[in-house]
């Protein structure tokens, strides 16, 4: 099961799931925070709920993923957490594989910090731009390193923020599944909707830059 909240930075917690067909099989849960819970704002029947679920699922498979990070990353995911037990044993080894985790605590439960930057609304330069929009997975360690996300502030659903002029082609992203529901203005001029790395609500950003708003 798995539950996308809407405040960042987001807890991915792994779990044991009592199922005699798959002995090893462990289900995902992701949380604002260790203690804070709040109502799922990706309901499982969406459309992204199966791109969101591979993204999940592959940081702690046996063989790993080396895009897993990255792709955990633009859904806000900050932390991964895993209750320490004999069965967590090759999940944990997986973890500690994984080049974009860094381990960050030992003792009853594990946990890993996720390496690239994460945020609730992030504007995106073209070239990673480009990759959201073909629906990458995530952003590659390279594009990261040259020209990374710019995170803006946000709040629970919604954000007014100011967008500095730059090149023609950037894309401002809400780690939230794409909806009508959700509107961008700059300056009081409606921004063209765009979906980014195949799931999140995004916006085309005008060069001028200016006074943004957010709503939903």
Avoid at 5 to 25: E, G, M
Avoid at 204 to 215: E, K, T
Wanted: glycine letters at 8%; hydrophobic letters at 45%.
């Amino acid at each position: 099961h798995l539950h996308l909240l809407a405040i960042t930075p987001r807890l991915l917690v792994l779990r044991r799931v009592r199922d005699r067909a798959r002995p090893d099989a462990r289900s995902t849960t992701l949380l604002r925070s260790a203690t804070v819970r709040s109502r799922p704002v990706l309901p499982l029947r969406s459309p992204a709920a199966p791109r969101l679920r591979d993204a999940l699922a592959n940081p702690a498979a046996p063989e790993g993923s080396s895009e897993a990070p990255e792709a955990l990353a633009t859904r806000a995911v900050g932390y991964v957490a895993l209750p320490a037990d004999q069965s967590a044993k090759p999940y944990a080894a997986a973890l500690d594989a994984q080049s974009g985790l860094s381990r960050r605590a030992s003792g009853t439960t594990l946990l890993w910090r996720v390496v690239a930057p994460t945020a609730r609304l992030s504007l995106l330069r073209p070239g990673m731009a480009a990759a959201a929009l073909r629906g990458d997975r995530g952003p590659t360690r390279e594009l990261l390193r040259v020209a990374p996300p710019t995170t803006l502030p946000a709040g629970r659903e919604g954000a007014r923020a100011r967008v500095p002029a730059g090149s023609p082609g950037r894309l401002l992203v809400v780690a939230d599944a794409a909806s009508r529901g959700w509107r961008a203005s700059i300056d009081g001029v409606p921004l063209e909707r765009r979906t980014a790395w195949g799931w999140a609500q995004a916006f085309v950003v005008p060069r001028a830059g200016g006074a943004l708003v957010l709503s939903y």
